[in-house]
T-cell receptor
Framework: AQKVTQAQTEISVVEKEDVTLDCVYETRDTTYYLFWYKQPPSGELVFLIRRNSFDEQNEISGRYSWNFQKSTSSFNFTITASQVVDSAVYFCALSEFMNYGGSQGNLIFGKGTKLSVKP | ETGVTQTPRHLVMGMTNKKSLKCEQHLGHNAMYWYKQSAKKPLELMFVYSLEERVENNSVPSRFSPECPNSSHLFLHLHTLQPEDSALYLC??????????????FGQGTRLTVV
């Protein structure tokens, strides 16, 4: 069955430290999509990145980078030189191409990792 | 206004009350969703509407009743709720009729407390 695991419940770092948020997924589909969302205290989930299962190139966007490893079913997220504004809950999510019991297109979320960046 | 807007932001209701949550999207999307976010649990998909038709109902109790009158508006009607229904209810929208490769855009949520 499809599943997303974010083993780190909470992480606390000091500003300017680098931090990596782990995400491991399970799927029986060969075509799927992986997402990261950020949920600041205001509540809304902010889309950060989408990656399809055929594109294993790592991506960098400013201080954010993502490492997709199909061999280990992982899609980890690294924040370089963290800032206080990065404090939020971060969610990894999976969306499958095939319709398993009505799951096509539905985002399956991990439980989230709460990141606290202290000044 | 831009994005996805939810009202009210906070709601306290008794178990015998009837209330409705409202969601409006200004992104021109054709799919809308309700999610429930409880403490220490993953986000749970409740309902999916694609092109104003309900395409998903994840075994949600009948005390939650969705309504999608058009592609821009989504409601969640609540009646005779239980205290365990207290949670953050998030609305989202996406383009592509809920296709898996499209990201969803979320509202800020309604924090519901059932007393």
């Amino acid at each position: 069955a499809q599943k997303v695991t974010q083993a780190q419940t909470e992480i606390s770092v000091v500003e300017k430290e680098d931090v990596t948020l782990d995400c491991v997924y399970e799927t029986r589909d060969t075509t799927y999509y992986l997402f990261w969302y950020k949920q600041p205290p205001s509540g809304e989930l902010v889309f950060l990145i989408r990656r399809n299962s055929f594109d294993e190139q790592n991506e960098i966007s400013g201080r954010y980078s993502w490492n997709f490893q199909k061999s280990t079913s992982s899609f980890n997220f690294t924040i370089t030189a963290s800032q206080v504004v990065d404090s939020a809950v971060y969610f990894c999510a999976l969306s499958e191409f095939m319709n398993y019991g009505g799951s096509q297109g539905n985002l399956i979320f991990g439980k989230g990792t709460k990141l606290s960046v202290k000044p | 206004e831009t994005g996805v807007t939810q009202t009210p932001r906070h709601l306290v209701m008794g178990m015998t009350n009837k209330k409705s949550l409202k969601c409006e999207q200004h992104l021109g999307h054709n799919a809308m969703y309700w999610y429930k976010q409880s403490a220490k649990k993953p986000l749970e998909l409740m309902f999916v509407y694609s092109l104003e038709e309900r395409v998903e109902n994840n075994s949600v109790p009948s005390r939650f009743s969705p309504e999608c009158p058009n592609s821009s508006h989504l409601f969640l009607h609540l009646h005779t709720l239980q205290p365990e229904d207290s949670a953050l209810y998030l609305c989202a929208s996406s383009q592509g009729g809920g296709r898996p490769n499209t990201e969803a855009f979320f509202g800020q949520g309604t924090r519901l407390t059932v007393v």
